[in-house]
């Protein structure tokens, strides 16, 4: 039986660069470095939230960006021992309302055609397919795989 979990939520900007980049590369093949991130997160509207558990043990992250009333989620990843007890949703809300509070009334991501678990948290946060973008990730032998770009209303 999955047991949920309700995680701490941590607003973390910068300083917090290479801790999400490490968390990036345990939930995700591809790899952010630091330095990527850190970019990131000095652009326009950019903001991190890091979920902890137990005796604050960082368990998963979602990064995104709120712009001229748009928002748009730039990573979101959970760790693999952490998966299925409630956490991608946890952060997802909080970046929707973190994005809310910015006055952004859209939010927008873009997903793997083949990432049906994450596909089924976006579908069941209200998200709908806006768009594709074909050969759109990085072939890594299984050739460029389309994205699907998702977006939900943010009601004030
Ligand atoms: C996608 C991801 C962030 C989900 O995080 P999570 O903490 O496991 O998700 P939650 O436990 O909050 O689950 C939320 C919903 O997602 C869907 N889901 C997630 N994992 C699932 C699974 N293994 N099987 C079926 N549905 C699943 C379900 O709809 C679930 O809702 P439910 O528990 O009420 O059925 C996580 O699997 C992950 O980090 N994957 C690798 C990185 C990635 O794909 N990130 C998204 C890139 S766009």
Not at 51 to 65: E, I, K, N, W, Y
Request: hydrophobic residues 45%.
């Amino acid at each position: 039986m999955r047991t949920m979990v309700i995680p701490r939520l941590h607003t973390v900007g910068e300083p917090h660069a290479e801790l999400l980049a490490a968390l990036h590369q345990r939930s995700f093949e591809e790899r952010w470095t630091t330095g990527t991130i850190r970019d990131l997160l000095r652009g326009p509207g950019a903001f991190a939230v890091v979920a902890t558990v137990l005796t604050d043990q960082p368990a998963g992250f979602v990064m995104a960006r709120a712009v001229a009333g748009e928002a748009e989620i730039l990573s979101l990843g959970v760790l693999p021992k952490h998966r299925r007890c409630g956490i991608g949703r946890w952060l997802m809300s909080t970046a929707i309302t973190v994005a809310g509070d910015r006055g952004a009334r859209a939010m927008f991501l873009e997903v793997a055609e083949g990432n049906i678990l994450a596909q089924a948290l976006y579908f069941s946060m209200g998200f709908t397919i806006v768009g594709r973008r074909a050969n759109y990730y990085p072939d890594r032998g299984a050739g460029r795989e389309t994205a699907l770009v998702m977006k939900r209303d943010i009601s004030i």
